[in-house]
């Protein structure tokens, strides 16, 4: 199982159920990588999402521990023994855990790749993080790819792997 996510240099993902930064290529990277894949959300996650819409050409799977909750086009699942069962029935290399920060700490052990965009910015505000790969014994930093600027920063993509 993968996971795909941007973290500014403090390992920060989020504020105010938002993004920190839209980022043209990012948005980019993460549709090709993700397009007719399998991509695992919180409902916060989704509530995010234009519309609250699920994403387009992805099977869509939401945890909420919500028993009434439904929507239009998403697979609902109300644990992670559920969300687990639920992924068994697609191939590990097609399902991406993509947020947000309960998601991302609840499923990192299932994870044996991340694909993590470093934007070269510590914005202050921010109230969602992520855990910090760099300083995990388990994670190794395999890549390092473009890089690409937009308004007052720079963000490149990378590549972790479970080595534990
Ligand atoms: N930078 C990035 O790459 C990135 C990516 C995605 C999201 N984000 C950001 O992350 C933030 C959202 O993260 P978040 O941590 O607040 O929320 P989240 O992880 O998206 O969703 C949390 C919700 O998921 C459900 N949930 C999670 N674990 C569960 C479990 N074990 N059992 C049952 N339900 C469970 C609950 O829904 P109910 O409340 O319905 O029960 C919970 O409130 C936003 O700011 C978003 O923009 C950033």
């Known amino acids: 199982m993968n996971l795909i996510v941007a973290v500014d240099e403090n390992w920060a993902i989020g504020r105010n159920g938002d993004l920190l930064a839209h980022m043209k290529e990012d948005m980019k990277f993460f549709r090709a990588t993700t397009k007719d894949h399998v991509v695992l959300m919180g409902r916060k996650t989704l509530d995010s999402f234009p519309g609250g819409n699920p994403l387009k050409n992805r099977t869509n799977i939401v945890l909420t521990a919500n028993p009434d909750f439904q929507r239009e086009g998403v697979i609902v699942v109300h644990s992670i023994e559920e969300l687990l069962a639920e992924a068994k029935k697609y191939p590990a290399e097609e399902l991406f855990v993509i947020g947000g920060g309960r998601v991302y700490k609840e499923m990192l052990p299932y994870c044996t790749k991340a694909y993590v965009t470093h934007v070269h910015k510590a914005f202050d505000d921010a109230d969602t993080w992520f855990p910090n790969l ?8 395999t890549e390092t790819g473009a890089t690409f600027s937009q308004d007052d920063f720079t963000y490149t993509f990378t590549t972790y792997e479970r080595v534990k």
Do not use: I, N
């Open 134 to 141: 760099s300083e995990d014994s388990e994670w190794k930093l």
